[in-house]
């Protein structure tokens, strides 16, 4: 809210949870607060039975600083193949999406090709839902099979196996 001090914020809080367990805040960019609380269990017990939290007759929406959500990249995506046939398969697995499923830009330098996009594609998902997708997933589309390749992690796994450091070319899976 603009025009409202940390101080009104931080008694809002206050309210919910002893002082003593505010260890440190700060307005941050785009009238958001950020609020550390003395322990996780704090902050849980905060986020499931305290939001929204009322600040000057205002419901103001509180949410964890570490997000829960898990964000996926998904690889191997050309043009063709369309964002529909992705959120088909995510309803087959019941996977629920958080967030629109996105196209990447490539990482071209020149501002002439700032509109070149790559063939990657990312989507936030529920942790929970993570177990539900494969390393790689192959998809039918107008007549041929493509296989996808789902990340969640900066960590290299093998698109056979899932072994981390593991490569496909080197994998003693067989195909």
């Known amino acids: 809210m603009r025009d409202t001090s940390l101080d009104v914020y931080i008694r809002a809080v206050s309210g919910i949870v002893k002082p003593k367990h505010v260890i440190s805040a700060s307005i941050i960019s785009n009238m958001r607060l950020s609020i550390f609380q003395s322990s996780k269990q704090i902050v849980e017990v905060f986020l499931s039975n305290h939001s929204p939290v009322l600040v000057n007759n205002v419901s103001v929406i509180v949410r964890s600083y570490i997000s829960r959500d ?23 697995i019941k996977v629920h ?29 529920k942790e929970d839902d993570i177990k539900k997708l494969r390393n790689v997933v192959r998809i039918e589309c107008d007549g041929s099979i493509n296989s996808i390749f789902f990340s969640t992690d900066n960590v290299m796994k093998c698109f056979k196996c899932g072994s981390v450091g593991d490569i496909a070319i080197d994998c003693s899976e067989p195909t």
């Open 97 to 125: 999406k958080l967030s629109a499923i996105t196209t990447m830009k490539a990482s071209i330098k020149d501002d002439a090709y700032s509109h070149v996009t790559c063939h990657r594609r990312q989507v936030f998902i």
């Open 70 to 92: 898990k964000k996926v990249t998904i690889s191997n995506i050309p043009p063709f193949i369309l964002i529909t046939y992705i959120e088909e398969f995510f309803d087959s």
